[in-house]
């Protein structure tokens, strides 16, 4: 079945370290983004991409970075620098063209800092 | 001002009410909305696109005005199964073609 897959579901960090959440989607889509949501607020972009080797920054894009290396995968490093990372991360993909395309979603990941 | 506002309830309603959610946009070039279910620690799936002369899958009805810059969710008969958080969301518009979300509306359905 074609699908976006997260993973971890859980993570734990440790101040001062870099961690990387994994994006992978099947769906052929050229779009993928990566979201951050906290309690009681709505997802926020951090970054996204509509075509390979190619990202552009969201509205919270400081501490984070990604890469767009095949059409696949759509990674995101948590840097030392992110002072608040604890949240749910939602990644997701769409198809490129115009109109009524949805976005699909993964089952996110929930960052924790320890 | 943000993209998307949205009331961010919550509504307690009994079973079988009916409730609406309503939801505005800030850019009057977006291109496409949609109502999104978000389940307590999980991701959004999509519940209904929104089209401009309205549409309506079982008990839910959605509307857009694009003059007033308005969207609206109508669930009649509500079922316990329907407590969940609704996401409005519009698309396109602005650089990249990108999703906007909103905060979301937190329904509970009571017995």
């Known amino acids: 079945d074609g699908g976006i897959t997260q993973s971890p579901k859980y993570l734990f960090r440790k101040e001062g370290q870099n961690v990387t959440l994994s994006c992978e989607q099947n769906?052929?889509?050229?779009?993928m983004y990566w979201y951050r949501q906290d309690p009681g607020q709505g997802l926020r972009l951090i970054y996204y991409?509509?075509?390979?080797?190619?990202?552009q920054k969201g509205d919270i894009a400081e501490g984070y970075s990604v890469s767009r290396e095949k059409k696949e995968s759509f990674p995101l490093t948590v840097t030392s620098a992110q002072k608040n990372p604890t949240a749910f991360y939602l990644c997701?993909?769409?198809?490129?063209?115009?109109?009524?395309?949805?976005?699909?979603f993964g089952q996110g990941t929930r960052l924790t800092v320890v | 001002r943000k993209e998307v506002e949205q009331d961010p309830g919550p509504f307690n309603v009994p079973e079988g009410a009916t409730v609406a959610f309503n939801c505005t946009y800030s850019?009057?070039?977006?291109?496409?909305f949609f109502w999104y279910r978000q389940d307590c620690r999980k991701e959004p799936k999509l519940l209904m696109s929104?089209?401009?002369s309205g549409n309506e899958d079982g008990r839910f009805t959605a509307q857009l005005n694009r003059a007033s810059q308005y969207i609206s969710l109508l669930i009649r008969d509500s079922k316990l199964s329907d407590s969940a958080t609704y996401l409005c969301?519009?698309?396109?518009?602005?650089?990249?073609?990108?999703?906007?979300f909103g905060t979301g509306t937190s329904l509970t359905v009571i017995p």
């Open positions: 997701a993909s769409t198809d490129r063209g115009l109109g009524n395309t949805e976005a699909f």
């Open positions: 769906l052929n889509h050229d779009a």
């Open positions: 969301v519009v698309k396109g518009g602005g650089p990249g073609n990108q999703f906007y």
């Open positions: 929104v089209y401009s």
């Open positions: 991409s509509q075509i390979v080797n190619d990202f």
């Open positions: 850019n009057s070039a977006s291109q496409s």
